[in-house]
């Protein structure tokens, strides 16, 4: 059964820093492609970041290029966001998406990051 499961999230002020994980269980997570995806509230779904199988090449949303930082560590099976410079824009839901529009497309339940003072 697959299961994506995120943590640590939470509170943070402005400038401040986060990681949040995705532990993901019940599939073969080196053989795919990770996403992040984030919906603030009141707002649609905004894809952030992706990452290949091997972790060596990571794409980034203009609107979090040189904040954020996705990786992964295929022997532990979890994908991460390291999120550092945080602003009141970046206040959402955070989703981990495996095959994300693939046909084994499947999302975690999301965790929560609020920015604010």
């Known amino acids: 059964q697959v299961q994506l499961v995120e943590s640590g999230g939470g509170l943070v002020q402005p400038g401040g820093s986060l990681r949040v994980s995705c532990a993901t269980f019940g599939f073969s997570f080196s053989s795919y492609y990770m996403n992040w995806v984030r919906q603030a509230p009141g707002k649609g779904l905004e894809w952030v970041s992706v990452i290949n199988t091997g972790g060596s090449t990571a794409y980034y949303a203009d609107s979090v290029k040189g904040r954020f930082t996705i990786s992964r560590d295929n022997a532990k099976n979890t994908l991460y966001l390291q999120l550092n410079n945080l602003r009141p824009e970046d206040t959402a839901l955070y989703y981990c998406?495996?095959?994300?529009?693939?046909?084994?497309?499947?999302w975690g339940q999301g965790v929560q990051v609020t920015v604010s003072s």
């Open positions: 998406v495996k095959d994300l529009i693939g046909l084994d497309e499947y």
